[in-house]
T-cell receptor, first 112, second 114 residues
Framework: EAQVTQNPRYLITVTGKKLTVTCSQN?????MSWYRQDPGLGLRQIYY???????DKGDVPEGYKVSRKEKRNFPLILESPSPNQTSLYFC???????????FGPGTRLLVL | GNSVTQMEGPVTLSEEAFLTINCTYT??????LFWYVQYPGEGLQLLLK?????DKGSNKGFEATYRKETTSFHLEKGSVQVSDSAVYFC?????????????FGKGTTLSVSS
């Protein structure tokens, strides 16, 4: 089944404790992206990747890092999480940047 | 700049009622327009799309027509069901020489009761 998977689905952590949210797609998509969803603000793009080893900042990249060492994986790294990063995070992928994006199920993060 | 504006929610309807969720956009050039749906506890799914003026996208009884003259892409359904309860996002895909971007509206929550 073609899908985008994220792990974990739910995470509670404390300020400053590094964490990684994994994202994996099995559709051989070149383009992958991370979004955060917050009430009243909709979806905002954090980072995106056009292909392996090619990443770039989205609209709200501060406090986040990403890597794209393999085509199927695009982890989101929070080196030192803060409470304002409490949010619902979505990973998405598409064949290329202009194509329809397929979204993962979301990761709900709470930073205390 | 490019942007998408959706009507504020929540929208609360009874089963079989008519649904309209308004969406207007601001963009340079000729964007493609999308509606995504997010069911409770799930990620976003593409509901329908339209790539040029006067195109009508349709899926699962939902429709939206790309109106360039009014810069709108309103979502409609003639008879909603309880299972349609979800958050609906209007989005535009905008391209220029630098690349493309997908811009989302803030989402409209629909709640349908039986």
């Amino acid at each position: 089944e073609a899908q985008v998977t994220q792990n974990p689905r739910y995470l509670i952590t404390v300020t400053g404790k590094k964490l990684t949210v994994t994202c994996s797609q099995n559709m051989n998509h070149e383009y992958m992206s991370w979004y955060r969803q917050d009430p009243g603000l909709g979806l905002r793009q954090i980072y995106y990747s056009m292909n392996v080893e090619v990443t770039d900042k989205g609209d709200v990249p501060e406090g986040y890092k990403v890597s794209r060492k393999e085509k199927r994986n695009f982890p989101l790294i929070l080196e030192s999480p803060s409470p304002n990063q409490t949010s619902l995070y979505f990973c998405a992928s598409s064949l290329s940047r202009g194509e329809t994006q397929y979204f993962g199920p979301g990761t709900r993060l709470l930073v205390l | 700049g490019n942007s998408v504006t959706q009507m504020e929610g929540p929208v609360t309807l009874s089963e079989e009622a008519f649904l309209t969720i308004n969406c207007t956009y601001t963009a340079t050039g000729y964007p493609s327009l999308f509606w995504y749906v997010q069911y409770p506890g799930e990620g976003l799914q593409l509901l329908l799309k339209a790539t040029k003026a006067d195109d009508k996208g349709s899926n699962k009884g939902f429709e939206a027509t790309y109106r360039k003259e009014t810069t709108s892409f309103h979502l409609e359904k003639g008879s909603v069901q309880v299972s349609d309860s979800a958050v609906y996002f209007c989005a535009l895909r905008w391209a220029n020489q630098a690349g493309t971007a997908l811009i989302f509206g803030k989402g409209t929550t629909l709640s349908v009761s039986s």
